[in-house]
């Protein structure tokens, strides 16, 4: 089911796909966006991004910070930006942009749910093929 779903894809779906497995913030995506793509105004790449969303393969929450068992600082995903709020969240073009100063906290994250990791993934038969 996975390949299937993933053909029907189109490239801009793929873009976040990848950056929801990469769980990587927002302006992530622009590294795997076509030239096209990344001309679009950032309206219709939140729609995108909305879509996806919607059908229950994507989470967009708010990096927060991590300590690892080591007592290393790091990142990970933190709460989830609830779906109502969105919207006006993605249009605002600062949004898409790397944090000048450099600190990443509370910046978008793109998570990949369950559902999602059923498209980004081949199932055992697929993988047998």
Not at 2 to 30: C, H, Q, R
Not at 59 to 75: I, K, N
Not at 116 to 122: N, S, V
Request: with cysteine.
């Amino acid at each position: 089911m996975s390949k299937k779903e993933w053909d029907m894809l189109t490239k801009s779906e793929e873009a976040f796909m990848v950056n929801s497995y990469e769980i990587d913030i927002l302006p992530g995506v622009w590294g795997d966006l076509d030239e096209t793509d990344q001309s679009r105004p950032v309206n219709e790449l939140a729609g995108i991004l909305l879509a996806l969303v919607d059908r229950g393969w994507i989470q967009v929450r708010r990096l927060a910070p991590w300590t690892s068992p080591s007592g290393e600082s790091g990142f990970q995903p933190g709460e989830l930006v609830p779906r109502d709020q969105l919207l006006a969240i993605l249009e605002d073009a600062a949004t898409w942009e790397y944090p000048e100063d450099g600190d990443w906290i509370g910046a978008l994250t793109l998570v990949e749910t369950e559902a999602g990791k059923r498209i980004t993934r081949l199932c055992p038969e697929e993988m047998a093929e």
